[in-house]
C-alpha cells in the first residue's frame, strides 16, 4: 500500500513538474518578441496567436485580417505572432512590405514552405523552392511566360471554348441553373492540362476526370495534414529525416506517371507541341544537368496548381459580381462586343489586349476574392528593419497579410462593394503600387500571371459575349467562404442562370 502509494506520488510528481516545464516553456517563448523590442499579439497555449487548427471558424485569409485589424486599431506599423511557439512576423505598413518582397528582398528569397525532394520530388517545384536553387529555376523558366510564348499558346486555349459554351448552352436549353464553379473548373482544367501537359484531359465529358479529381485533392486542406505540414515547415530537417511528404502519394503517383508517360510518348514519337511541358522537355535535353525528369515533373505539377483553380476561382467570383451588378455586366458586354467588332468578331490575342474595362473588372474580382488569401516569405538571414531598433532573424516566417490589405478601408473605401472603377488609371495612380497582392510582387511575383490574366479574359469574353448571367436563388447568400480550402473558394455551389444574348439585343450600358 505504501510502495502502491509512493509510485502514485512520483507518477503524479513527474506529470505536475512536465506541466510546470511545459508552461515554462510556452511563457519563455511568448517573451521572444517582447525580448526584441516588438510589440506582440497576445498568445494563448497552445496554439500561440493562431486559431486552432482542429476549430477554424473562417478560412486563413480572414484568421489574418483578424489579427491585422488588431494591429493597426493599435496603430503599429507591424507585430509579432506565434505560430504555436514559433516567432512569426507581421507585416501592416505598405512601404515595410515593399522593402521586404522587392527592395530588400535577398533577406526574403524563400516562402518557407516544405519540401522533399528526396521522398516527394514533386513538391520540389518553383512555389516550394528557395534560395540558389529557385533562382536558377526561376531563370530557367521564365522566358516559357513572354507574351510571345502567351500568343504561341493562344489557339490552344480557344480550343478549349467549344466544350464551355457547350455545357452552358445546354443548361441555357434546358433553364437549369448552372454550377458555375464547376463549370469553370472543368474549364481551366481542361486548359492547363492542354497548354500544360498536351493533353485532353475530358473534364467536360468524364465527371470524374481523374486530373479534376486529383487537382482538387492536391489542394485540399485537411486538419491532420495541416498539422503535418506546419511541423515540418517549423523544422524541415528532422520532417525530411523523418521522410514527411507533402504531396499526398496518391496524388504523386499519378502526375509523376502521367508526365513521365508523355515525355517517353514524345520522345519516342518525335512529336513536339505548343506547350509547356515541350518547353520543359527542350531544357531537360539542352543539357542533362539543366533538369532531372522528377524537376519537369515537379513544374508541370506546380504550373497544374497554379493553372486551374486560382483562374477558375477568379472567374466563378467576377461573375457571380457581375450577375448580381446587370449594369456593370452590360458595360463589359458593350466592351467585349466594340473591341469584337474591330476583330471581325473573333477572340484574338490582340482584341484581349484592348479589353481595358474587363481588367478593371478582373481586378475587382481579384481584391475580393484573392485566391492566395495570405503569402509567406522566410528570413534567411537576420534583418534590421528600416528606420525601427527591430531585427528580424533568420528563419523567422513573414505573413503577408493579402486579404487584409484588399479590405483596408483607408486603401479601399467600403470594401466590400463590387466596383471596377477603383481600378481606372487615376484611382490606380492614386493607391500605394503594394494596395493590390492578388499575384504578388517582387521576384517571387505569380510567374504565370501573363497567362492567368489571359485565361480568365478568355473564358470571361467568350461566355459574357453569348450569355446573360442572374444569381439563382439555390445559391447561398451572402457568400461563406470554406474554411479547408488553400485557394479561396465558396462553401457549396455558386448557382447562376444563364440566357442567351440576341444579336441586335445588347444594352448600351448606361452607368
Ligand atoms: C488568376 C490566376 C493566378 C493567380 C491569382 C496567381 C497567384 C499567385 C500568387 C499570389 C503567387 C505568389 C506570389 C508571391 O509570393 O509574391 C503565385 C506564384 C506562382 N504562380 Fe500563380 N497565380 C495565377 C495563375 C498562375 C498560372 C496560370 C501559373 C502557371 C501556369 C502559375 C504559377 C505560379 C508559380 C510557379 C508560382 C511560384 C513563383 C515563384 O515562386 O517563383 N500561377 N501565383
Known amino acids: 500500500m505504501v510502495l502502491f502509494n509512493c509510485g502514485c506520488c ?76 514559433s516567432p512569426t512576423y507581421l507585416v501592416v505598413d505598405l512601404d515595410y512590405l515593399k522593402n521586404i518582397m522587392a527592395k530588400d528582398f535577398q533577406y526574403f528569397v524563400d516562402r518557407g514552405f516544405y519540401y522533399n525532394e528526396k521522398d516527394d520530388p514533386l513538391s520540389a517545384h518553383l512555389f516550394a523552392i528557395g534560395g540558389q536553387k529557385w533562382r536558377n529555376l526561376r531563370t530557367k523558366f521564365t522566358p516559357t511566360f513572354t507574351s510571345g510564348k502567351m500568343k504561341m499558346m493562344f489557339q490552344t486555349l480557344v480550343d478549349c471554348l467549344p466544350n464551355l459554351l457547350g455545357k452552358i448552352e445546354s443548361g441555357c436549353d434546358t433553364q437549369t441553373p448552372i454550377d458555375i464553379k464547376e463549370v469553370l473548373g472543368c474549364f481551366t482544367t481542361d486548359v492547363i492540362g492542354s497548354c500544360a501537359f498536351g493533353l485532353d484531359c475530358n473534364t467536360f465529358k468524364e465527371e470524374n476526370s481523374p486530373f479534376r479529381e486529383y487537382g482538387r485533392k492536391a489542394l485540399q486542406v485537411q486538419p491532420l495534414l495541416m498539422l503535418r505540414l506546419v511541423f515540418a515547415m517549423l523544422c524541415p530537417n528532422v520532417a ?127 481584391r475580393m476574392y484573392p485566391p492566395l488569401s495570405i503569402l509567406t516569405r522566410k528570413c534567411v538571414k537576420n534583418y534590421k528593419v528600416p528606420d ?72 470571361l469574353t467568350t461566355l459574357l459575349k453569348h450569355y446573360r448571367f442572374t444569381v439563382n436563388g439555390k445559391t447561398q447568400e451572402p457568400l461563406k467562404m470554406k474554411v479547408d480550402s488553400m485557394i479561396t473558394a465558396a462553401e457549396g455551389e455558386i448557382w447562376l442562370n444563364a440566357e442567351k444574348v440576341k444579336i441586335g439585343e445588347e444594352i448600351i450600358a448606361s452607368e
Not at 471558424?57 to 506565434?82: A, C, I
Not at 514527411?244 to 508526365?259: E, H, I, L, R, Y
Not at 516566417?397 to 473605401?413: F, G, K, S
Not at 492578388?438 to 479574359?457: A, H, N, S, Y
Request: glycine share 6%.
Open 10 to 85: 512520483n507518477i503524479v510528481a513527474a506529470l505536475i513538474t512536465l506541466v510546470v516545464v511545459v508552461v515554462a516553456y510556452f511563457k519563455w517563448s511568448f517573451q521572444y518578441w517582447k525580448r526584441r523590442n516588438l510589440p506582440n499579439l497576445k498568445p494563448t497555449i497552445p496554439w500561440g496567436t493562431s486559431t486552432d487548427p482542429f476549430k477554424p471558424d473562417v478560412y486563413v485569409g480572414l484568421q489574418v485580417k483578424r489579427l491585422y485589424d488588431e494591429m493597426k486599431v493599435k496603430g503599429w506599423k507591424h507585430g509579432g505572432l506565434f505560430s504555436i511557439t
Open 240 to 366: 525530411k529525416r523523418l521522410g514527411v511528404t507533402a504531396v499526398p502519394k496518391d496524388v504523386s503517383g499519378f502526375f509523376m506517371k502521367v508526365v513521365k508517360d508523355t515525355i517517353h510518348y514524345r520522345e519516342t514519337n518525335k512529336v513536339s507541341r505548343n506547350d509547356f511541358l515541350q518547353i520543359l522537355i527542350d531544357l531537360k535535353n539542352q543539357d542533362s544537368n539543366a533538369l532531372t525528369i522528377e524537376e519537369a515533373a515537379a513544374q508541370c505539377f506546380v504550373f497544374f496548381l497554379g493553372g486551374f483553380e486560382t483562374s477558375s476561382t477568379v472567374m466563378t467570383f467576377a461573375l457571380y459580381e457581375l450577375a448580381r451588378n446587370p449594369h456593370l455586366q452590360e458595360k463589359v458586354r458593350h466592351e467585349i462586343n466594340t473591341v469584337l467588332d474591330k476583330h471581325d468578331g473573333k477572340i484574338t490575342y490582340e482584341a484581349i489586349q484592348e479589353m481595358k474595362y474587363m481588367d478593371q473588372v478582373i481586378n475587382e474580382a481579384l
Open 388 to 459: 525601427e531598433d527591430v531585427i528580424i532573424e533568420e528563419g523567422v516566417l513573414v505573413i503577408i497579410p493579402v486579404l487584409a490589405i484588399h479590405y483596408d478601408e483607408n486603401y479601399y473605401p467600403e470594401p466590400e462593394k463590387f466596383d471596377p472603377e477603383r481600378f481606372c488609371d487615376d484611382n490606380k495612380k492614386a493607391r500605394h503600387q503594394y494596395a493590390h497582392l492578388p499575384f504578388g510582387e517582387g521576384p517571387r511575383l505569380c510567374i504565370g500571371v501573363r497567362f492567368g490574366m489571359m485565361q480568365t479574359k478568355v473564358g
